[in-house]
């Protein structure tokens, strides 16, 4: 949670090779991420994670990689296993929660009402995900924490890095942001231009610390 407050924007990426991943982890660690969500969708993808956070673990040391689209209590206790040191999820789980909860790591659960969000609350969810956040817009982050100002929230989902986009939802008062496609682009990645998303990441990032 620390790391993501001093660096509020977290990478959410998904990639069957393991070599692939890892270079993107390193590019977007080298861009200044310091929490990095890779999301559980594929086949085999809990072998990919594994080569992740132990690649990370030697070369990103300061980094913290945790697991997304959990919806289950059985994936999240398969990943902290593997070495996972936040689980997110699309939806909230109670039990996600609880099996979280007993490990000491952190769940954001997704979240799109206000009522979510307060029950995720009452099961210790200290970060809360507003999904899908094209959706429900900036307003919605607004508007909810008016009456609730204590909640941090994290927003994925249509989150782009370009200070238009990053400017609405940090003065909505978002704690942090979740960013998958537009960081990464396809023709990018398969170019291995590993360049370009460190230099996305730590613009986004730039523009992120002129905003708060």
Not at 181 to 210: E, V
Request: net charge neutral.
């Amino acid at each position: 949670m620390a790391k993501i407050a001093a660096a509020p924007m977290v990478p959410v990426f998904y990639h069957a090779d393991a070599d692939t991943a890892c270079k993107v982890v390193k590019a977007c660690y080298d861009g200044g991420v310091r929490a990095f969500e890779f999301t559980n969708r594929g086949d085999f993808a809990h072998e990919v994670f594994a080569a992740v956070v132990k690649f990370a673990a030697a070369e990103c040391p300061e980094m913290a990689v945790g697991v997304g689209s959990v919806v289950e209590p059985a994936t999240a206790a398969l990943y902290m296993q593997l070495g996972a040191c936040f689980v997110v999820g699309p939806l909230f789980n109670p039990e996600v929660a609880r099996v979280c909860n007993r490990r000491g790591v952190p769940y954001t659960p997704g979240c799109g009402s206000v009522s979510e969000v307060g029950f995720a609350q009452e099961a210790g969810c200290d970060l809360c995900k507003v999904f899908p956040g094209d959706v429900l817009g900036p307003k919605f982050v607004k508007g909810m924490l008016a009456p609730m100002p204590w909640s941090k929230i994290m927003v994925t989902g249509g989150v782009e890095p370009t200070a238009d986009n990053l400017k609405a939802w940090f003065s909505a008062g978002a704690f942090c942001v979740g960013m998958g496609s537009k960081l990464f682009p396809k023709d990018r990645i398969a170019a291995a231009d590993w360049a370009y998303i460190t230099d996305n990441c730590r613009q986004a990032l730039d523009t992120i610390a002129g905003l708060r």
